[in-house]
């Protein structure tokens, strides 16, 4: 059975979450505390595959996810030492992911060139894109959305952005 490609819009503490908490299932493969569902179908947690993440922040943009996931202002607890996934933080839009106030010491924008993020999705054959980029943050998440559709890929908006309540956007989805 095949892998789930996972690609993350926005590296930050949620991200870092995820990437741990993954870790440490895959690590602990007859570990279930805390998992509601150990299995949904034939696919456990073990079977999420990390293969891209698009970020802004110069301090990971350009470093593999599981060692950009603590630099920046990311603040969760360590869960575990992170899975050494190959998926490459590539500089995503900004548009309105920074507000003016976290620019400087909390995000440092990278100059780094915007990537294609559909090319990006396709060539890491990502399957499902995870959006968790700042609450608020709209105009990205739509752009994300948009790009996911793009590269036939299906999106999981993890932040308050009424996507799905737009008849347009779900049925274009479905």
């Known amino acids: 059975m095949a892998k789930i490609n996972v690609a ?16 440490f299932y895959t690590k602990n493969p007859d570990e279930k505390t805390g998992l509601i569902h150990p299995l949904i179908g034939s696919y456990g947690v073990h079977d999420i595959n990390f293969v891209a993440a698009f970020d802004v922040d110069d301090r990971k943009v350009g470093k593999k996810l ?13 869960i575990t030492d992170p899975v050494e996934y190959e998926a ?3 500089r995503g839009p900004t548009l309105d992911g920074v507000i003016d106030e976290m620019k400087g010491s909390f995000v440092v924008e990278s100059n780094a060139p915007v990537a294609d993020i559909v090319n990006v999705l396709k060539e890491s054959k990502t399957d499902v894109v995870i959006n968790l980029v700042p609450t608020g ?3 990205a998440t739509y752009a994300y959305a948009e790009a996911a559709l793009d590269a036939g890929c299906s999106f999981i908006n993890c932040i308050p952005t009424p996507l799905v309540t737009i008849e347009d956007w779900r049925k274009r989805f479905e």
């Open 8 to 23: 993350i819009m926005g590296v930050g503490s949620l991200t870092k979450a995820l990437v741990e908490g993954v870790s």
């Open 66 to 78: 599981h060692e950009a996931i603590s630099e920046g202002a990311n603040v969760t607890k360590k």
């Open 88 to 90: 490459v933080v590539h």
């Open 137 to 139: 943050s709209n105009q």
